[in-house]
Protein backbone atom coordinates (compact mmCIF):
# COMPACT_ATOMS: atom_id res chain seq x y z
CA UNK A 1 0.00 0.00 0.00
CA UNK A 2 1.06 3.42 -0.98
CA UNK A 3 0.52 6.03 1.70
CA UNK A 4 1.47 9.37 1.52
CA UNK A 5 0.83 12.82 3.64
CA UNK A 6 1.30 16.10 3.59
CA UNK A 7 0.20 18.98 5.94
CA UNK A 8 0.45 22.19 4.51
CA UNK A 9 0.68 25.47 7.13
CA UNK A 10 1.03 28.93 5.78
CA UNK A 11 1.97 32.07 7.98
CA UNK A 12 0.97 34.85 7.60
CA UNK A 13 2.42 37.98 8.74
CA UNK A 14 1.19 41.63 7.89
CA UNK A 15 -1.05 40.74 5.16
CA UNK A 16 1.76 38.83 3.66
CA UNK A 17 1.98 34.79 3.10
CA UNK A 18 4.93 32.88 3.73
CA UNK A 19 4.92 28.72 3.37
CA UNK A 20 7.53 28.13 5.63
CA UNK A 21 10.45 30.40 8.36
CA UNK A 22 13.30 29.74 5.88
CA UNK A 23 11.10 31.92 3.22
CA UNK A 24 10.66 35.17 5.41
CA UNK A 25 12.68 37.85 4.68
CA UNK A 26 15.83 37.49 7.43
CA UNK A 27 13.90 40.57 9.17
CA UNK A 28 10.50 39.57 9.05
CA UNK A 29 11.99 35.97 10.32
CA UNK A 30 13.95 37.85 13.21
CA UNK A 31 11.07 39.43 14.56
CA UNK A 32 8.88 36.64 14.20
CA UNK A 33 11.18 34.37 16.16
CA UNK A 34 11.56 37.52 18.71
CA UNK A 35 7.88 37.83 19.13
CA UNK A 36 7.15 33.94 19.42
CA UNK A 37 9.73 33.85 21.94
CA UNK A 38 8.62 36.57 24.13
CA UNK A 39 4.87 35.73 23.69
CA UNK A 40 3.93 39.14 23.51
CA UNK A 41 6.23 42.29 22.73
CA UNK A 42 4.42 45.50 22.57
CA UNK A 43 7.76 47.48 21.61
CA UNK A 44 6.91 45.57 18.63
CA UNK A 45 4.14 44.26 17.37
CA UNK A 46 3.46 42.31 14.78
CA UNK A 47 0.25 41.03 13.01
CA UNK A 48 0.70 37.04 12.88
CA UNK A 49 -2.25 34.64 11.48
CA UNK A 50 -1.64 31.11 10.32
CA UNK A 51 -3.68 29.91 7.61
CA UNK A 52 -5.91 26.40 8.39
CA UNK A 53 -3.68 23.65 7.76
CA UNK A 54 -5.12 21.38 4.65
CA UNK A 55 -3.85 17.53 4.84
CA UNK A 56 -3.62 15.62 1.95
CA UNK A 57 -3.45 11.86 2.70
CA UNK A 58 -3.50 9.28 -0.23
CA UNK A 59 -4.16 12.50 -2.55
CA UNK A 60 -7.75 13.53 -1.11
CA UNK A 61 -7.82 17.04 0.13
CA UNK A 62 -9.00 17.64 4.41
CA UNK A 63 -9.53 20.96 5.70
CA UNK A 64 -8.92 18.35 9.51
CA UNK A 65 -9.15 14.95 10.54
CA UNK A 66 -13.07 14.88 11.58
CA UNK A 67 -13.00 16.08 7.58
CA UNK A 68 -11.74 12.56 7.36
CA UNK A 69 -14.10 9.38 6.37
CA UNK A 70 -13.70 7.35 9.14
CA UNK A 71 -11.59 4.27 7.07
CA UNK A 72 -9.17 7.13 6.70
CA UNK A 73 -9.03 8.55 9.64
CA UNK A 74 -8.40 5.94 10.96
CA UNK A 75 -5.52 4.74 8.40
CA UNK A 76 -4.37 8.23 9.02
CA UNK A 77 -3.91 7.47 13.39
CA UNK A 78 -1.74 4.25 12.38
CA UNK A 79 0.50 5.91 9.75
CA UNK A 80 1.02 8.71 12.22
CA UNK A 81 1.69 6.48 15.56
CA UNK A 82 3.94 4.52 12.63
CA UNK A 83 5.94 7.46 11.62
CA UNK A 84 6.02 9.10 15.22
CA UNK A 85 4.91 7.07 18.04
CA UNK A 86 8.16 6.83 19.40
CA UNK A 87 9.12 10.59 19.30
CA UNK A 88 5.43 12.14 20.53
CA UNK A 89 2.68 11.43 22.90
CA UNK A 90 -0.39 11.32 21.04
CA UNK A 91 -3.44 13.10 23.18
CA UNK A 92 -7.62 12.62 22.17
CA UNK A 93 -8.50 11.10 19.26
CA UNK A 94 -11.80 9.85 20.38
CA UNK A 95 -14.20 11.17 17.64
CA UNK A 96 -16.60 13.78 19.12
CA UNK A 97 -18.40 14.84 16.05
CA UNK A 98 -20.44 11.97 15.32
CA UNK A 99 -19.79 8.98 17.46
CA UNK A 100 -19.69 10.90 21.16
CA UNK A 101 -22.53 12.81 20.41
CA UNK A 102 -25.08 10.63 18.42
CA UNK A 103 -23.41 6.90 18.29
CA UNK A 104 -24.70 4.49 21.03
CA UNK A 105 -22.51 3.36 23.94
CA UNK A 106 -21.62 -0.16 21.87
CA UNK A 107 -20.19 2.46 19.08
CA UNK A 108 -18.16 4.78 21.13
CA UNK A 109 -16.84 1.43 23.23
CA UNK A 110 -15.59 0.34 19.91
CA UNK A 111 -14.05 4.03 18.68
CA UNK A 112 -11.98 4.24 22.40
CA UNK A 113 -10.63 0.32 21.29
CA UNK A 114 -9.46 1.73 17.48
CA UNK A 115 -7.83 4.93 19.53
CA UNK A 116 -6.02 2.56 21.97
CA UNK A 117 -4.83 -0.08 18.90
CA UNK A 118 -3.77 2.62 16.66
CA UNK A 119 -2.43 4.90 18.83
CA UNK A 120 -1.11 2.66 21.92
CA UNK A 121 -0.76 -1.05 20.80
CA UNK A 122 3.10 -0.22 21.59
CA UNK A 123 2.80 0.66 24.66
CA UNK A 124 4.04 4.15 24.28
CA UNK A 125 2.70 7.81 25.31
CA UNK A 126 -1.07 8.34 24.34
CA UNK A 127 -3.89 9.79 26.77
CA UNK A 128 -7.52 8.71 26.28
CA UNK A 129 -9.24 11.58 25.40
CA UNK A 130 -12.06 13.58 23.49
CA UNK A 131 -10.33 15.27 20.40
CA UNK A 132 -10.94 18.44 21.38
CA UNK A 133 -13.60 18.51 24.81
CA UNK A 134 -16.94 16.92 25.63
CA UNK A 135 -19.74 18.48 23.12
CA UNK A 136 -22.94 19.71 25.57
CA UNK A 137 -25.03 17.26 23.43
CA UNK A 138 -23.12 14.12 24.62
CA UNK A 139 -25.02 12.12 26.42
CA UNK A 140 -23.84 10.81 29.88
CA UNK A 141 -23.95 7.20 28.88
CA UNK A 142 -21.49 7.61 26.13
CA UNK A 143 -19.35 9.60 28.39
CA UNK A 144 -19.20 6.72 30.84
CA UNK A 145 -18.93 4.05 27.91
CA UNK A 146 -15.48 6.02 26.86
CA UNK A 147 -13.85 5.91 30.04
CA UNK A 148 -15.01 2.56 31.20
CA UNK A 149 -14.09 1.23 27.63
CA UNK A 150 -10.63 3.04 28.19
CA UNK A 151 -10.18 1.31 32.01
CA UNK A 152 -11.26 -1.92 31.27
CA UNK A 153 -9.55 -2.50 27.15
CA UNK A 154 -6.58 -0.02 27.67
CA UNK A 155 -4.51 -1.94 30.31
CA UNK A 156 -0.57 -1.04 29.55
CA UNK A 157 2.16 -3.97 29.72
Known sequence: MNISIHIK???KINGKEYNSLE????DIREKFKQTMASQADSKHPINLTTTRAKITFNGAEYGS?????QDARQLYEKVLKATFGKRICFHGAVENQRILPFGTPDEVRAEVRHCIDSLASDG?????????NLQVNTPVENIIAMYDEAWRYGKMP
Do not use: G
Not at 65 to 69: L, N, S, Y
Open 9 to 11: RKF
Open 65 to 69: MDAMP
Open 23 to 26: EMPD
Open 124 to 132: TSYILAPCH
